[in-house]
């Protein structure tokens, strides 16, 4: 079984920067895509951004390209979400998610993020 932990939310004004971060531990699979999706209110959950274990492939959601960047420490199974410029519609719950390739995928608790003066 895998758990992820997450940590890093808060109240930030906009134009201002966040850095998430989910460690993942328990059986954790040696390849797996790893990311970030988020809840904005009123919304479905989206893809905010993820990671491949295999190499440095990442993808991100067309919303946060530019500003956010994801990254990860291989050994820690650990992955970083900078997020910068931030704008009032990032707001939202951001979920952890790791989803090892061919077996169940596995989701945070969620961190808030809220961006306002």
């Known amino acids: 079984q895998v758990q992820l932990v997450e940590s890093g939310g808060g109240l930030v004004q906009p134009g201002g920067s966040l850095r998430l971060s989910c460690a993942a531990s328990g059986s954790v699979a040696k390849f797996y895509v790893m990311g970030w999706y988020r809840q904005r209110p009123g919304n479905q959950r989206e893809l905010v951004a993820q990671?491949?274990?295999?190499?440095?492939?990442?993808n991100y959601a067309d919303s946060v390209k530019g500003r956010f960047t994801i990254s990860r420490d291989n050994n820690k199974n650990t992955i970083h979400l900078q997020m910068n410029s931030l704008k009032p519609e990032d707001t939202g719950v951001y979920y952890c998610n790791l989803n090892p390739i061919g077996l169940p995928d596995t989701w945070g608790q969620g961190t808030q993020v809220t961006v306002s003066s």
């Open positions: 990671i491949h274990s295999g190499g440095d492939i990442t």
